[in-house]
């Protein structure tokens, strides 16, 4: 079964500054799909940034960017320019590409829990 | 507007109460999940429908019991909860099941059973 592991359970980031949040996994599978998301108090769970495993360069959404290492099973998070408003809970979530029954659930992390300071 | 709204946002019951959270989304999605979020652990599936059959029940207790009378509804029934039953239960849905764009979620409901 895949896993995935998020191994700091709190950052901290100076605003202005860039942070990097670690995932790895565990998986048999060459294809498939990785997500970042983020919780912030209000709870709702935000996608942030989304990455398909057969494609090799890494995804960015403005601020946001991934290191994709596929081999290394690596996923992580850097948020450039931190800002205030990016305190939250980040969690990784892994997608088998595989069809059909629990392979197509998400599979997510404990998370990480960011704080920005000002 | 998150899309997918959840009522309501926070819940007390005794563990002898019946009561229900729902969940709703107007996005068209066909895919929707319960999903159990307690302290310091991933977040755990609990069930799926896809076009309102479940297709999924992931060893859940049945004093938890879904409902899904159309895709744009979900609802939780609860009865005889037990205090470790205390999480945020969280909604989501996704275009299909196959969900290969992500979810969207709902600001769950946060459950104390006392």
């Known amino acids: 079964a895949q896993t995935v592991t998020q191994s700091q359970p709190e950052m901290s980031v100076q605003e202005a500054e860039t942070v990097t949040l670690s995932c790895t996994y565990d998986?048999?599978?060459?294809?498939?799909?990785l997500f970042w998301y983020k919780q912030p108090p209000s709870r709702q769970m935000i996608l942030v940034i989304r990455?398909?495993?057969?494609?090799?360069q890494n995804a960015t959404e403005n601020r946001f960017s991934v290191n994709f290492q596929k081999a290394a099973k690596s996923f992580s998070l850097k948020i450039s320019d931190s800002q205030l408003g990016d305190a939250a809970m980040y969690f990784c979530?892994?997608?088998?590409?595989?069809?059909?029954?629990?392979?197509?659930?998400?599979?997510f992390g404990k998370g990480t829990k960011l704080s920005v300071k000002p | 507007e998150t899309g997918v709204t959840q009522t309501p946002r926070h819940l007390v019951m005794g563990m002898t109460n019946k009561k229900s959270l729902k969940c709703e989304q107007h996005?068209?999605?066909?895919?929707m999940y319960w999903y159990k979020q307690s302290a310091k652990k991933p977040l755990e599936l609990m069930f799926v429908?896809?076009?309102?059959?479940?297709?999924e029940n992931n060893s859940v207790p049945s004093r938890f019991s879904p409902e899904c009378p159309n895709s744009s509804h979900l609802f939780l029934h609860l009865h005889t909860l037990q205090p470790e039953d205390s999480a945020l239960y969280l909604c989501?849905?996704?275009?299909?099941?196959?969900?290969?764009?992500?979810?969207?979620f709902g600001s769950g409901t946060r459950l104390t059973v006392v």
């Open positions: 989501a849905s996704s275009q299909d099941q196959a969900g290969l764009y992500g979810y969207t």
């Open positions: 990455q398909e495993a057969y494609k090799q």
């Open positions: 429908y896809n076009f309102k059959e479940q297709t």
């Open positions: 979530a892994y997608r088998s590409g595989s069809y059909g029954g629990s392979q197509g659930n998400l599979i």
């Open positions: 998986t048999s599978e060459s294809d498939y799909y």
């Open positions: 996005l068209g999605h066909n895919a």
